[in-house]
């Protein structure tokens, strides 16, 4: 019997693996205009940071969480999600003793239990950001801005930004009885996971997906409307942060997110055209979270964009991702004693940072152009007896099928200018 990967969990290989390289590129081009450093967390952590850290009344922690025994009798998670573990090195290691803000961006695996569907798997990978030390709303729009630039660079298209203030814990009591008040008389309708979050956390029943809980929320009071003095303020002071830039946005005043932890700011960016799960990304300020595991008062934000809904919405867009990656050559010989001349031009490509290869299966003339083309080369230099002997190779644009004979030199310097 054939042993298969387990359900929810991919493959990444061939074409994919060259999508995912320039995401990544473009990430860390991005990290380093806005100076924020790369973390790299375990993909395992002690249970007890998700239960503090994300919220006993989420979906992650009550049905989501992949979590074991070891053989030292500890309960382990593997991380559904990146903030929280932040969070414990920033604790862990006294960053709060450094200069703040502390800026940080990570990618790498999440794990979910939930039903695999488009864009979302049980093995699934983010980027994110974190930012812990300061209140500031300007420094919200920054986090919020830096996210749509990451969209903007990937050419991207057809984005709405989503935002609310979810309150602190000065005004969300006020908003938790008004809307327990407005609930009451219905609520044996709600669902069960609904009526558990009644008492410990009735904002998060704006984010259940049932009808008929939507339904019945469809008339209850936001958290806006019971806004303290500090939440308005602060606020008002994203938004204006937004305008400057002239970054569009939509208030969704029943937008809370999925986590316990997030406070004041919080948004969503949602993209058309890629089925139900139209969320690719979001986050939002988490200002407790820090000394609910363990810590000193220290604020934060940031936020995580699933990858794999982004490679959905390029491949839905028909962003040409093969065009903006590096060229990539493949050397044809029409002979196989011209293999040393073929093997010398590959190093030279190389030794100039030109991905290039060479045939090693004894291909046909005409095959080695039909596996250049499979491999996803963007060009083909054609070796023979001639071009060896006058200096001159004919190069190949695999896209445009244009071919001109060059010197090697002019060739290095066309494939670098690209």
């Known amino acids: 019997m ?8 991919n493959d990444i290989m ?6 995912w390289h320039y995401i990544e590129e473009v990430v ?4 380093l205009v806005y100076n924020y450093e790369e973390i790299r967390t375990p993909i395992f952590e002690h249970t007890e940071l998700f239960l503090r850290g994300v919220g006993d009344t989420t979906d992650i922690v009550d049905k989501e969480m992949y979590t074991f025994l070891d053989k030292g009798n500890r309960s382990i998670t593997l991380r559904p999600e990146g903030t929280a573990s932040v969070a414990r ?20 695996p999440m794990f979910r239990y939930s039903r695999p569907q488009a864009g979302r798997y049980r093995q699934f990978h983010q980027f994110g950001v974190e930012v812990l030390g300061s209140v500031d709303p300007n420094l919200d729009g920054e986090v919020i801005g830096l996210a749509m630039d990451f969209f903007k660079r990937l050419g991207i298209e057809d984005l709405t930004l989503l935002i609310n203030s979810v309150g602190c814990p000065k005004c969300r009591p006020l908003h938790n009885e008004a809307l327990k008040k407005y609930l009451e008389p ?3 309708e709600l669902c069960p996971t609904c009526q558990n979050r009644y008492e410990k956390n009735p904002l998060r029943i704006f984010d259940c997906k049932s009808e008929t809980c939507q339904k019945i929320i469809k008339g209850a009071p936001t958290i806006t409307e019971c806004l303290c003095e500090e939440c308005k303020e602060h606020f008002e002071g994203v938004k204006s942060y937004l305008e400057l830039l002239y970054i569009p946005y939509e208030l969704d005043e029943k937008m809370v997110r999925g986590l316990d932890y997030y406070t004041k700011t919080a948004f ?7 089925g139900a799960q139209s969320s690719i990304g979001g986050g939002g300020r988490y200002d407790g979270l820090i000394q609910e595991i363990g810590g000193p008062d220290i604020p934060g934000i940031g936020f995580a964009i699933g990858l794999e809904r982004v490679l959905l919405t390029l491949a839905s867009q028909n962003v ?8 990539k050559v493949f050397v044809a010989l029409l002979d196989t004693e011209l293999i040393p001349q073929g093997i010398e031009l590959v190093a030279i490509l ?3 940072n030109i991905p290039a290869s060479l045939d090693v299966m004894g291909r046909k003339f005409k095959a080695q152009f039909k596996y250049a083309n499979k491999i996803g080369a963007t060009h083909v230099i054609t070796v023979g007896e001639d071009e060896v002997r006058d200096a001159l190779y004919p190069l190949k644009n695999m896209d445009t099928g244009e071919e001109e004979k060059q010197t090697l030199l002019s060739i290095i310097e066309e494939l670098k200018g690209e």
Request: aromatic share 10%.
């Open 320 to 327: 040409p991702l093969k065009s903006i990656l590096k060229p």
């Open 186 to 188: 219905r609520f044996k």
């Open 14 to 19: 061939s074409d994919t693996i060259r999508q």
């Open 268 to 274: 969503e960016i949602v993209v058309g055209g890629i």
């Open 89 to 108: 090195v920033f604790v862990e290691h006294h960053i709060y003793a450094n200069p703040l803000p502390a800026k940080y961006y990570y990618m790498g």
């Open 28 to 31: 860390r081009n991005l990290m």
């Open 2 to 9: 054939t042993i298969k990967r387990p359900k929810g969990a």
């Open 350 to 352: 190389r030794e100039n």
